[in-house]
């Protein structure tokens, strides 16, 4: 696995909660007629509009729309179920992946989609490896092989039961063989795929999309067309494109503040504005260095563990609009646990000094928590001060904290410069595999040195060889269990998605879920 991109960023300005208070009903969407067009405005950039470089929120969103995958993850579900394929399945235990694809599949430059552009989409994927893009996730693929046009069949390298998870991701997408360069990057800012979207037209501050008429799968549009407005992390400009009626929907970019004052204002029935909330499994989490001279030491990450306050984090900080979390694997997805309560219960003092005096530590902890100021949400500084106020308060620890710029804070991550630093990830699929292998596998993403032969040798190797996934709630416990004995991170909280929504448009509450997949087709307008 690589270092992921995909996390929360900035979020509307105060004031937009004065301006806007309000609320519509919701509704489920109808049977397929296409409404208006809408306009939808996001904190987010996106990155890149070739499937093989993108690998962050705003990448993954055009993805979504405009290419299919096999397989994709339906509205409220987390098992995939077929989409540009009409089946699939595995045989030779979890090593061998077959799929058939659909009839009469086209790209929307009406080129016929066959099983040679999906061998083509995935090996070209691992063959250009762009740092910044889906690669990682596609390692376990040994070879592909076409016997004929609608037939594909993976060959894995080991037993991976996750992996029809990971192809109805983005890093699934089915690119037309005609239009990119095997071996390069397509540069152009277009983009050819089979998905229930077109791309019109794509800049720096605006994406278009329009229908496919040519689309075949699951999803019914319910819209003509969709505006993306992008605003680079500008709180104040998506703020103002709200309140000025610029967007009808505002999404990725809702601070806490804004958030609560929306939910809890009673005019909200008012001024016609509807704040939609949707579940999520978005993580954040305190990561020690286990080399660190400091932070190394089991004693003071326990006396941490001991101290931390996730309710007062969360009501104080982020006002509720996310949740405390105990364990790695996040509540909503199966094999779920909570180890850090079980192991460290309610923040106790009398606990945390007690691990540091059996480590032999009679001093203060001298201690610099490492934040990074927008990458992993707005709040972000404001949280590790916190945390360090926590610490502090108990007299054990003489906590501050240092934020810096993200390149600069990964750059140093990578050279084991912080002894304790933030980390925030969302999900590629709703797996607890996810929240797992990537933190404890080979290739850590944490960059926190931390290695456990059990976790790597047995307990990954046998849930991922599992196509029964609720098989595997056993080995995901003792691997949860263990990652609270050893403390190498503290889970923190776990996120909530909202969207906030002009009167008469519905239908966000389908594109609101743990599979983080923003469907378009799924929103309708007037």
Same mark, same amino acid.
């Given at each position: 696995?690589?270092?992921?991109? %995909?996390?929360?960023?900035?979020?509307?300005?105060?004031?937009?909660?004065?301006?806007?208070? @309000?609320?519509?009903?919701?509704?489920?969407?109808? +049977? =397929?007629? +296409? =409404?208006? *067009?809408?306009?939808?405005?996001?904190?987010?950039?996106?990155?890149?509009?070739?499937?093989?470089?993108?690998?962050?929120?705003?990448?993954?969103?055009?993805?979504?729309?405009?290419?299919?995958?096999?397989?994709?993850?339906?509205?409220?579900? $987390?098992?995939?179920?077929?989409?540009?394929?009409?089946?699939? *399945?595995? @045989?030779?235990? $979890?090593?061998?992946? +077959?799929?058939?694809?659909?009839?009469?599949?086209?790209?929307?430059?009406?080129?016929?989609?066959? $099983?040679?552009?999906?061998? /083509?989409?995935?090996?070209?994927?691992?063959?250009?490896?762009?740092?910044?893009?889906?690669?990682?996730?596609?390692?376990?693929?040994?070879?592909?092989?076409?016997?004929?046009?609608?037939?594909?069949?993976?060959?894995? %390298?080991?037993?991976?039961?996750? /992996?029809?998870?990971?192809?109805?991701?983005?890093?699934? $997408?089915?690119?037309?063989?005609?239009?990119?360069?095997?071996?390069?990057?397509?540069?152009?800012?277009?983009?050819?795929?089979?998905?229930?979207?077109?791309?019109?037209?794509?800049?720096? &501050?605006?994406?278009?999309?329009?229908?496919?008429?040519?689309?075949?799968?699951?999803?019914?549009?319910?819209?003509?067309?969709?505006?993306?407005?992008?605003?680079?992390?500008?709180? +104040?400009?998506? @703020?103002?494109? /709200? &309140?000025?009626?610029?967007? !009808?929907?505002?999404?990725?970019?809702?601070?806490?503040?804004?958030?609560?004052?929306?939910?809890?204002?009673?005019?909200?029935?008012? %001024?016609?504005?509807?704040?939609?909330? *949707?579940?999520?499994?978005?993580?954040?989490?305190?990561?020690?260095?286990?080399?660190?001279?400091?932070?190394?030491?089991?004693?003071?990450?326990?006396?941490?563990?001991?101290?931390?306050? #996730?309710?007062?984090?969360?009501?104080?900080?982020?006002?509720?609009?996310?949740?405390?979390?105990?364990?790695?694997?996040?509540?909503?997805?199966?094999?779920?646990?909570?180890?850090?309560?079980?192991?460290?219960?309610?923040?106790?003092?009398?606990?945390?000094?007690?691990?540091?005096?059996?480590? =032999?530590?009679?001093?203060?902890?001298?201690?610099?928590?490492?934040?990074?100021?927008?990458?992993?949400?707005?709040?972000?500084?404001?949280?590790?001060?916190?945390?360090?106020?926590?610490?502090?308060?108990?007299?054990?620890?003489?906590?501050?904290?240092?934020?810096?710029?993200? !390149?600069?804070?990964?750059?140093?991550?990578?050279?084991?410069?912080? =002894?304790?630093?933030?980390?925030?990830?969302?999900?590629?699929?709703?797996?607890?595999?996810?929240?797992?292998?990537?933190?404890?596998?080979?290739?850590?993403?944490?960059?926190?040195?931390?290695?456990?032969?059990?976790?790597?040798?047995?307990?990954?190797?046998?849930?991922?060889?599992?196509?029964?996934?609720?098989?595997?709630?056993?080995?995901?416990?003792?691997?949860? !269990?263990?990652?609270?004995?050893?403390?190498?991170?503290?889970?923190?909280?776990?996120?909530?998605?909202?969207?906030?929504?002009?009167?008469?448009?519905? *239908?966000?509450?389908?594109?609101? !879920?743990?599979?983080?997949?923003?469907?378009?087709?799924?929103? #309708?307008?007037?």
């Amino acid at each position: 696995m690589k270092t992921h991109n %995909k996390w929360l960023t900035a979020p509307l300005a105060a004031g937009l909660a004065a301006a806007l208070l @309000s609320g519509c009903g919701t509704e489920q969407s109808g +049977s =397929g007629d +296409s =409404g208006n *067009g809408v306009r939808v405005g996001m904190s987010d950039e996106i990155v890149a509009t070739d499937p093989a470089a993108g690998y962050d929120p705003g990448s993954w969103l055009l993805f979504n729309n405009v290419f299919q995958s096999l397989l994709a993850f339906p509205k409220g579900g $987390s098992e995939p179920e077929p989409e540009a394929a009409d089946k699939c *399945g595995f @045989s030779s235990g $979890s090593t061998v992946y +077959s799929c058939t694809l659909r009839d009469g599949l086209t790209f929307s430059n009406g080129n016929k989609l066959t $099983s040679k552009d999906v061998k /083509f989409s995935f090996e070209r994927a691992l063959k250009i490896a762009d740092p910044s893009g889906p690669a990682p996730l596609l390692a376990t693929i040994k070879s592909i092989e076409t016997p004929d046009e609608k037939t594909v069949v993976f060959r894995l %390298k080991v037993p991976d039961a996750t /992996f029809p998870s990971k192809i109805a991701s983005g890093a699934g $997408s089915i690119v037309d063989h005609r239009e990119y360069p095997a071996d390069a990057l397509r540069t152009d800012g277009k983009a050819s795929g089979s998905g229930p979207y077109k791309l019109d037209s794509f800049s720096a &501050t605006e994406a278009t999309f329009s229908a496919n008429p040519g689309y075949k799968g699951t999803a019914r549009p319910q819209n003509d067309a969709v505006t993306l407005k992008l605003y680079g992390g500008d709180r +104040s400009a998506l @703020s103002k494109a /709200f &309140t000025d009626g610029d967007i !009808d929907v505002a999404y990725r970019g809702l601070s806490a503040e804004d958030i609560a004052t929306l939910e809890t204002s009673e005019t909200t029935d008012d %001024k016609g504005i509807e704040v939609v909330q *949707g579940s999520s499994a978005e993580v954040q989490h305190l990561v020690f260095n286990m080399k660190d001279p400091v932070a190394g030491k089991l004693g003071v990450r326990q006396a941490i563990a001991h101290l931390v306050d #996730r309710e007062a984090l969360v009501e104080g900080v982020y006002k509720s609009t996310a949740t405390p979390l105990y364990s790695i694997v996040p509540a909503g997805i199966a094999g779920h646990n909570t180890a850090f309560y079980d192991t460290y219960g309610s923040p106790d003092k009398a606990k945390a000094k007690k691990a540091l005096r059996a480590a =032999g530590i009679t001093d203060k902890v001298k201690l610099t928590l490492w934040s990074t100021p927008s990458r992993y949400g707005p709040s972000t500084d404001q949280e590790l001060k916190a945390i360090a106020e926590q610490l502090n308060a108990s007299g054990l620890f003489d906590a501050d904290v240092q934020s810096v710029a993200y !390149d600069q804070y990964e750059k140093d991550i990578a050279a084991g410069k912080y =002894g304790v630093y933030v980390k925030g990830w969302v999900p590629d699929y709703p797996d607890a595999d996810n929240f797992t292998t990537p933190f404890f596998g080979e290739g850590n993403v944490l960059g926190n040195r931390y290695e456990n032969a059990t976790i790597t040798g047995s307990l990954l190797p046998k849930t991922a060889a599992a196509p029964d996934r609720a098989a595997t709630a056993d080995e995901y416990g003792k691997l949860q !269990d263990l990652v609270a004995e050893q403390l190498p991170l503290l889970p923190l909280w776990q996120g909530k998605q909202y969207a906030v929504a002009r009167q008469g448009v519905t *239908g966000l509450e389908w594109t609101l !879920d743990a599979s983080t997949v923003f469907r378009f087709w799924e929103i #309708r307008k007037g």
